[in-house]
């Protein structure tokens, strides 16, 4: 289990840090190269408010409905796995300097990230879903910041019941979530196109 979520979240950062970089998002947002005009464009609308993750995701199946479905699916998981990533900076801030056994740290840490990425993200919402000239089809999903810190809290209140330690009952992801939120907006937009 400690195994797939590193490898996950490794995924995730290399995919955000590896994508060609290059701006056309809302307020200068990074964005992974290769998205059709009609993305950016959408991310640009939608990105007027601070707060937003953005994860996008295309398929190209047998026909437009199955090519729907995936592209939103595979955006969502993108968005799952950003959010994953993000909650854990918050976890590791809120654990940073005790001096504590850190093995209840990385339990915690490994049973939040567990919980999020089998969340469904309520609140994650379809900022766009179009095709391009080819007949793949992209979905650009977001979620608010606001909806990231209650999934996370959720999570965190599952977890908290398996350990009982003041550590993490503390945790509140509203603490974490400004800075937090500020590293991934400073990050390309990711982008899932595989299973």
Same mark, same amino acid.
């Given at each position: 289990?400690?195994?797939?979520l ?9 995919i955000?840090?590896a ?7 809302g ?40 090519s729907?479905?995936?592209s939103?699916?595979?955006a ?12 854990d ?25 567990l ?10 919402r ?11 089809v992209?979905?650009v999903?977001?979620?608010s910041?606001? @909806? /990231?810190?209650? $999934? #996370?809290?959720? %999570?965190?209140?599952?977890?908290? =019941?398996?350990?009982? @330690? /003041?550590?993490? $009952? #503390?945790?509140? %992801?509203?603490?974490y979530a400004? =800075? ?5 907006t ?6 899932n196109?595989?299973?």
């Open positions: 289990m400690k195994k797939i590193v490898v996950l979240s490794l995924l995730t950062v290399v955000m840090v994508s060609c970089a290059s701006s056309g998002g307020k200068g947002r990074k964005t992974a190269g290769g998205f059709p005009q009609f993305v950016l464009d959408a991310i640009k609308e939608a990105d007027t408010t601070e707060g937003l993750m953005f994860a996008v995701g295309s398929a190209k199946m047998g026909n437009m409905s199955q729907m479905t995936y939103t699916a595979r969502r998981r993108e968005l799952s796995r950003t959010l994953v990533t993000v909650v900076d918050m976890i590791l801030d809120h654990f940073a300097g005790s001096e504590n056994d850190s093995s209840m740290d990385t339990g915690f840490q490994e049973d939040v990230g919980l999020l990425s089998r969340s469904v993200l309520r609140g994650s379809i900022t766009t879903q179009n095709s391009d000239a080819t007949g793949r992209w979905t999903v977001h979620l910041k606001n @909806d /990231a810190v209650a $999934e #996370a809290n959720d %999570a965190a209140s599952q977890a908290k =019941k398996k350990r009982k @330690d /003041a550590r993490t $009952e #503390a945790f509140n %992801a509203l603490n400004d =800075k937090a939120w500020n590293g991934m400073n990050k390309p937009i990711p982008h196109d595989k299973d």
